[in-house]
């Protein structure tokens, strides 16, 4: 037990970091807050506004996680259900943005000053490509498509301020959709499919970290003779 106590010792920076400071989280920290924009601040307020905010909401996690039962198994679907529902939680306590609401403010914030349909789709394109999601149905060349499609109609590149025209290119989507059998009141069900995903994901991550450093423990004297503890039996509570 002495290995997984060791393992763990800094465990409060690398389960809570992983909810506040994850991927594009860290910059700007106040980004991805649900909060309206503060005024305008001076330099040293605006650093002391942000470093506390970043603070109370790892204190925030840190309460959570001190009271969740975690169980570091991804092929589980129970700990991975079990996982997101903290992680949705942590989520609403600490007022942060959803995957898809963090996907949803990116594509509104790289987007708003795009002027054309198809210079915008390939801004979509792009933003899919650097979160990591793949495209297995195939949904980006059916909406290429379906632009040539209103662009040869109208004879010109079709610009997003063009209401009519638009209004053709939106007809087009929602045939796609009803070929892939896509519905708009199934977008639920598709959010909480993404959240269990990247809950596993984390688990996964989580689990290797884990695997590592009791592999890099396990060569120190002290702990050459000891087993290796299995991942799913730490708990993390006890150790924050």
Known sequence: ??????????????????????????????????????????????????FLEVKNKFETALGILRTEKITIDPEDPAAVSQYAKVLKTIREKANLFSESERIKYTIQTRTQDIPDARTYLLALQEIRAKRGFSDDLGVETLMFEALDKVEKEIKKPLLRNDKKSMGLLLAEFDKINKKLGIQKEDLPKYEEQLERKIAKA???????????????????????????????????????
């Open 1 to 50: 037990m002495a290995l997984a106590l060791r393992l763990l010792s800094r465990s409060k920076q690398l389960y809570t970091g992983q909810m506040i400071l994850h991927q594009d989280n860290v910059i700007p920290a106040r980004s991805y807050s649900k909060d309206a924009a503060p005024k305008a601040l001076k330099g040293d307020e605006m650093l002391k506004n942000i």
């Open 202 to 240: 984390q688990l996964e991550e989580l689990k290797k970290d884990a695997l590592e450093a009791m592999e890099t423990q396990k060569k120190r004297e002290e702990f050459k003779d000891e087993e290796m503890v299995d991942v799913k039996s730490l708990d993390i509570r006890n150790f924050l």
